[in-house]
C-alpha cells in the first residue's frame, strides 16, 4: 500500500467549474499537509498547507482534512486554464519528528478547458 | 524573489564524471534540508535528508556512496553526483523547512548523462 495515494486522473474539467482533488495517507500520526501544485519541468510550488481537521481556504482553493478517515482534499473553484498543471499532495509521515520531509502522492494531472 | 537557490538549473556531463549541485537559503538558516529526485512524469521522491554539521540520513534504496551529500554551513547542501551514468539522468530538487513551519523548495537542477 502507498504511504501516500493521490486519485489518479486525469482530470479534465471546463472553465468555471469546480476541479476535486484526493488524497489519503497511511500514517495515523501525520501531522502536517500540504497541496502543491508543480507546472512540467519546473519546481513544485505551494498551494496550500493544513494540519487541523476541516476546512481551510485561501481565495479560490479550499483544502479540507479529516485526520480520522486520514484523508485530505483540494478544491480549486472557477477554474482557469491557468491552473492545468500537477497537483501534488505531500504528507509529513513521521509525525512531525523532521519537519519538512515530505513524502508525496504520486500527483494528479489536472488540465482546465476553456 | 527565491527564498531557496539551486545552481546549476541544467547541467550535462559525461559518463563517468562527477558533478555536483548546490542548494542554498537566501536569507534564513536551515539545519535540515531535502533532497529529491523526480523521474519524468513521476512523483518526488525523498533522496535523503542533510544535516549541518553531521552525516545526512538517506532514504532506503539509495546509495550513499553515489549520491554524497555535504551539508557544512547553515545555507548551503551540496548533492554529488558520482561517477555518473546515463540513468542518474533526472530533476534533483531540494528543499529546506523555515521556522513557522513553511517548507521552501528549490528550482530543480536537471541532470543529463552523456
Known amino acids: 500500500q502507498k504511504e501516500v495515494e493521490q486519485n489518479s486522473g486525469p482530470l479534465s474539467v471546463p472553465e468555471g467549474a469546480i476541479a476535486s482533488l484526493n488524497c489519503t495517507y497511511s500514517?495515523?500520526?501525520?501531522?502536517?499537509f500540504f497541496w502543491y501544485r508543480q507546472y512540467s519541468g519546473k519546481s513544485p510550488e505551494l498551494i496550500m498547507s493544513?494540519?487541523?481537521?476541516g476546512d481551510k481556504e485561501d481565495g479560490r482553493f479550499t483544502a479540507q482534512l479529516n485526520k480520522a478517515s486520514q484523508y485530505v482534499s483540494l478544491l480549486i473553484r472557477d477554474s482557469q486554464p491557468s491552473d492545468s498543471a500537477t497537483y501534488l499532495c505531500?504528507?509529513?509521515?513521521?509525525?512531525?519528528?523532521?519537519?519538512?520531509?515530505?513524502?508525496f502522492g504520486q500527483g494528479t494531472i489536472l488540465t482546465v478547458h476553456p | 524573489g527565491a527564498v531557496v537557490s539551486q545552481h546549476p538549473s541544467r547541467v550535462i556531463c559525461k559518463s563517468g564524471t562527477s558533478v555536483k549541485i548546490e542548494c542554498r537559503s537566501l536569507d534564513f538558516q536551515a539545519t535540515t534540508m531535502f533532497w529529491y529526485r523526480q523521474f519524468p512524469k513521476k512523483s518526488l521522491m525523498l533522496m535523503a535528508t542533510s544535516n549541518e554539521g553531521s552525516k545526512a540520513t538517506y532514504e532506503q534504496g539509495v546509495e550513499k556512496d553515489k549520491f554524497l551529500i555535504n551539508h557544512a554551513s547553515l545555507t548551503l547542501s551540496t548533492l554529488t553526483v558520482t561517477s555518473a551514468h546515463p540513468e542518474d539522468s533526472s530533476f534533483y530538487i531540494c528543499?529546506?523547512?523555515?521556522?513557522?513551519?513553511?517548507?521552501?523548495f528549490g528550482e530543480g537542477s536537471w541532470l543529463t548523462v552523456v
Open positions: 528543499s529546506a523547512a523555515r521556522v513557522g513551519n513553511t517548507i521552501y
Open positions: 505531500a504528507v509529513n509521515l513521521d509525525g512531525g519528528t523532521s519537519y519538512g520531509k515530505l513524502t
Open positions: 493544513i494540519y487541523s481537521n
Open positions: 500514517d495515523r500520526v501525520s501531522q502536517s
